[in-house]
């Protein structure tokens, strides 16, 4: 997997995305990083080489940053306007759809109406909620079919993408075991998050208020409930 991490678009000058790459983010192995600790993330998930581009002259600076792994190639593109970017992300997803194409192991006709067992599918990845490398491709294994195949039917079938559906599923259990005594600590990692920070953000984004929060607001008064039935 590729990372493509925009500096500009974290500090807030935004940048041009594309419906068309928007589309092929989900089955193209490229990810579009909006901070450091989404690079972070997809690291861990298994990364081949960081492109990072900037409008600046300069590299980020170092307290910006954190240290990757030694073996990650990283690339750094500077001095770059919103069409250069596009262009970017453009030829960068391009090399991957061919390489994708050129790897691609050939499969019978009927592999391409292959039926997908949904129910199945579903119930896997909710039994597998607190695994943090539970992927797309693992998935798509329990049906047989390759992943960009499953990815563009699940598209299709919820009108999400499975990482969205994913996140989606976590972060619905998260707000469950909240309401419990579980600490936040213990729900993050309960739920496939392995960095509490991390979390904390997709918790905020989804929820609107972070994990901390919601659990002082939503336990106080569902132990305050309890007490006074007793």
Same mark, same amino acid.
């Given at each position: ?9 974290? %500090? ?18 490229? &990810? /579009? ?8 993330? /997809?690291?861990?998930?298994? /990364? ?16 910006? &940053? ?35 194409d ?38 798509? %294994? ?12 699940f ?7 499975? &990482? ?6 976590r ?16 729900? /993050? ?11 904390g ?18 336990? %106080?008064?569902?132990g ?7």
């Amino acid at each position: 997997m590729i990372v493509l991490w925009d500096v500009d678009q974290e %500090k807030g000058s935004g940048t041009i995305v594309g419906h068309e790459i928007e589309e092929m983010q989900e089955y193209v192995p490229i &990810r /579009c990083a909006m901070h450091w600790e989404e690079v972070g993330a /997809c690291v861990q998930e298994g /990364c081949g080489a960081l492109f990072t581009m900037t409008s600046r002259t300069e590299p980020p600076p170092e307290g910006d &940053r954190g240290a990757l792994p030694s073996g990650v190639p990283q690339y750094l593109i500077t001095h770059v306007d919103k069409q250069a970017k596009l262009l970017i992300r453009f030829f960068l997803f391009y090399l991957a759809s061919l390489s994708l194409d050129s790897n691609r192991p050939l499969q019978p006709s009927s592999a391409g109406t292959h039926e997908i067992d949904w129910n199945k599918s579903i119930q896997y990845i909710q039994d597998n909620l607190d695994n943090s490398e539970l992927s797309l491709e693992e998935v798509a %294994k329990q049906n047989y079919v390759c992943k960009w195949h499953f990815s563009k039917m699940f598209k299709k079938q919820f009108g999400i993408t499975f &990482r969205e559906f994913l996140i989606q599923e976590r972060i619905d259990l998260a707000k469950r075991m909240l309401l419990t005594d579980e600490s936040v600590t213990n729900v /993050c990692y309960a739920v496939g998050y392995g960095d509490l920070t991390h979390f904390g953000r997709m918790f905020q984004k989804k929820v609107g208020m972070p994990p901390s929060r919601f659990k002082s607001m939503h336990w %106080k008064k569902t132990g305050s409930r309890e007490g006074s039935l007793g």
